[in-house]
């Protein structure tokens, strides 16, 4: 079974700007995945941030953006604030659907 | 302002079947072209996506979950329903509802346990 890989941890200083890839065991990513990201802070529901590779969710500021990058989807904040500090999902479909990667913890320090 | 909320029972038996209810107020399940999903985490892990349903009832599941998994709609009362049969204790977990690209229910917990 195809899996889904992200960084499980990434920082970043207050003001900074990082980018988060999504990639595949397998294989390159495509927009043909339409990939999508999640934002989640502890004990709270998931936030959608990006689907479609690309498209901001409503109410999402465009500090947030997506794109792919090389051969993984990319999540890329810039001018990162304390309340980026969160954990970062993002999801892939594929023929059978839906497949998650295992989360980033970003930290803002 | 769409907003989607979850209902069913916290609690199931170990072999019984887990039904929750999704319902979706704010607009129309069936008035765009949106697929609406079932995703759970258990606890202080990682995202599971479960399936999704598009308003005509074509649907996608997890193949690991396959053979338990049912999703249904109902654009009447616009709801959509997660159905997971014999159930262990592997699948406790907060369950959510969402619609694909946009917003979530805040999720139920529920727990396998006799």
């Known amino acids: 079974q195809t899996v889904v890989t992200q960084e499980p941890s990434f920082s970043v200083s207050p003001g900074g700007t990082v980018t988060l890839t999504c990639g595949l065991s397998?294989?390159?990513?495509?927009?043909?995945?339409?990939p999508s990201w999640y934002q989640q802070t502890p004990g709270q529901a998931p936030r959608t941030l990006i689907y479609s590779t690309n498209t901001r969710s409503s109410g999402v500021p465009d500090r947030f953006s997506g794109s792919i990058l090389g051969n993984k989807a990319a999540l890329t904040i810039t001018g990162a604030q304390a309340d980026d500090e969160s954990d970062y999902y993002c999801v892939l479909y594929m023929g059978s659907g839906g497949v998650f990667g295992g989360g980033t913890k970003l930290t803002v320090l | 302002q769409l907003q989607l909320q979850e209902s069913g029972p916290g609690l199931v038996k170990p072999s019984e079947t887990l039904s929750l209810t999704c319902t979706v107020s704010g607009g129309s399940i069936s008035s765009s072209s949106y697929y609406w999903g079932w995703i759970r985490q258990p606890p202080g892990k990682g995202l599971e996506w479960i399936g999704s349903?598009?308003?005509?009832?074509?649907?996608y599941y997890n193949p690991s979950l396959k053979s338990r998994v049912t999703i249904s709609v109902d654009t009447s009362k616009n709801q959509f329903s997660l159905k997971l049969s014999s159930v262990t204790a592997a699948d406790t977990a907060v369950y959510y509802c969402?619609?694909?690209?946009?917003?979530w229910g805040q999720g139920t917990m529920v727990t396998v346990s006799s």
């Open positions: 397998s294989g390159s990513v495509s927009t043909s995945y339409y």
């Open positions: 349903i598009y308003y005509s009832g074509s649907t």
């Open positions: 969402a619609r694909q690209g946009g917003s």
